[in-house]
């Protein structure tokens, strides 16, 4: 099993920063099978990126994926009142498909 | 539009069962992988369970591998999960998701959930 880490678990910042999220594989995640989802309180998760770094449809440029083999970056570029939220990334390249712990981006 | 609705959720006591459904639209559903993916209560997510577009491969979490299954109705455009054998633990929010055509799919669509809550 592919155990996938976050970090951090919490980044507090403010409307307008950077926000820069980490994901970490415990073995390489074939072919880049890695995505990111964002999660709001009391909605399901949202497709935000595939194959580390393809945004969904409807998603906008100032989030951006990167990374290969275990290690994968989230980038939001300048953050908007809207994206204060808790992210996952799962590994969906073998079963079982596993998700990380989260990471809760808060306002500062 | 594509839909993803979860029913089927409920209170059971532990060691009981539950049969979960997610009635799908708006899409080829034949032509899909699907999932489940549950969520406890202020924890995060944890897949459950996958079943591909014809129901030739199915896989399990070791956490619920022997008590659930897995079962989808192309003609009916409906997915489920059998959920027998039921642990405090087992408590959560269930999510059905779509995958793609392939077995490594990243999950692009979600249903709102169905709360399970398994309790005496």
């Known amino acids: 099993e592919i155990v996938v880490t976050q970090s951090p678990g919490t980044l507090s910042l403010s409307a307008g920063e950077r926000a820069t999220l980490s994901c970490r594989a415990s073995?390489?995640?074939?072919?880049?099978?890695l995505a990111w989802y964002q999660q709001k309180p009391g909605q399901a998760p949202r497709l935000l990126i595939y194959?580390?770094?393809s945004r969904a449809t409807g998603i906008p440029d100032r989030f951006s994926g990167s990374g290969s083999g275990t290690d994968f970056t989230l980038t939001i570029s300048r953050l908007e009142p809207e994206d204060f939220a808790v992210y996952y990334c799962?590994?969906?390249?073998?079963?079982?498909?596993?998700f990380g712990p989260g990471t809760k981006v808060d306002i500062k | 539009e594509v839909q993803l609705v979860e029913s089927g959720g409920g209170l059971v006591q532990p060691g009981g069962s539950l049969r979960l459904s997610c009635a799908a639209s708006g899409f080829t559903f034949s032509g899909s992988s699907m999932n489940w993916v549950r969520q406890a209560p202020g924890k995060g997510l944890e897949w459950v369970s996958y079943?591909?577009?014809?129901?030739?491969?199915?896989f399990f979490a070791d956490s619920v591998k022997g008590r659930f299954t897995i079962s989808r109705d192309n003609a009916k455009n409906s997915l489920y999960l059998q959920m027998n054998s039921l642990r405090a633990e087992d408590t959560a929010v269930y999510y059905c998701?779509?995958?793609?055509?392939?077995?490594?799919?990243?999950?692009?669509?979600w249903g709102q959930g169905t709360l399970v809550t398994v309790s005496s």
């Open positions: 998701a779509r995958g793609g055509g392939s077995g490594r799919s990243p999950f692009d669509y």
């Open positions: 799962q590994q969906y390249g073998s079963s079982p498909f596993t």
């Open positions: 073995q390489s995640v074939s072919s880049n099978f």
């Open positions: 194959g580390a770094s």
């Open positions: 079943v591909s577009s014809g129901s030739a491969a199915k």
